[in-house]
T-cell receptor, first 114, second 110 residues
Framework: ETGVTQSPTHLIKTRGQQVTLRCSSQ?????VSWYQQALGQGPQFIFQ???????GRGNFPPRFSGLQFPNYSSELNVNALELDDSALYLC?????????????FGPGTRLTVT | TQLLEQSPQFLSIQEGENLTVYCNSS?????LQWYRQEPGEGPVLLVT?????EVKKLKRLTFQFGDARKDSSLHITAAQPGDTGLYLC??????????FGDGTTLTVKP
């Protein structure tokens, strides 16, 4: 158990809809990173939040956005869902945004877009 | 774009056998992590290697970071069915940001 939790576990949405995924970071961790893992592939970095500010972004369009709250929990929002957005969405928390020495992942949210 | 290539993509072996999986890149990484992921779950961190040439052992698992910090290997001795899973390597090129390979799916048959 890493102490990182995500909700919901599974979600089914229709193309064009919007979705919000949630992540609670491990106690003492101030950094949350979000990843998208398509079937049969490794996770791809979406963005990172550190102390409520975006701290780096991968190659994802602006319809992928996020928030981090004062308690360091985080949300990932995806607008105008496309079929290719179907994936496992992972969040990971760490105590230091400059290193991956101890980055712990949550169990993920499985999003299916139909 | 930093790419990590993992090989083999799939590996199926009998219990008790030894195996090595590889993670290669043309980019230099400040650190490299190995994770194991089971279906429907998030990756679990196994080890972080930092120094070129570094070797770390975790019970039956031996991890090596290449001298140039561009590649890494994971060796498992006397594999057990509980070792079954997806093994992912991730390189840290930009501080605190991971680039993952697509993983090696290992199946250990009893």
């Amino acid at each position: 158990e890493t102490g990182v939790t995500q909700s919901p576990t599974h979600l089914i949405k229709t193309r064009g809809q919007q979705v919000t995924l949630r992540c609670s970071s491990q106690s003492g961790h101030n950094t949350v990173s979000w990843y998208q893992q398509a079937l049969g592939q490794g996770p791809q970095f979406i963005f990172q939040y550190y102390r409520e500010e975006e701290n780096g972004r991968g190659n994802f369009p602006p319809r992928f956005s996020g928030l981090q709250f004062p308690n360091y929990s985080s949300e990932l929002n995806v607008n105008a869902l496309e079929l290719d957005d179907s994936a496992l969405y992972l969040c990971a928390s760490s105590a230091d945004p400059t290193t991956l020495y101890e980055q712990y992942f949550g169990p993920g949210t499985r999003l299916t877009v139909t | 774009t930093q790419l990590l290539e993992q090989s083999p993509q799939f590996l199926s072996i009998q219990e008790g056998e030894n195996l090595t999986v590889y993670c290669n890149s043309s980019s230099v990484f400040s650190s490299l992590q190995w994770y194991r992921q089971e279906p429907g779950e998030g990756p679990v961190l196994l080890v972080t290697v930092v120094t070129g040439g570094e070797v770390k052992k975790l019970k039956r698992l031996t991890f090596q970071f290449g001298d140039a910090r561009k590649d890494s290997s994971l060796h498992i001795t006397a594999a057990q069915p509980g070792d079954t899973g997806l093994y992912l390597c991730a390189g840290e090129a930009n501080a605190g940001k991971s680039t993952f390979g697509d993983g090696t799916t290992l199946t250990v048959k009893p």
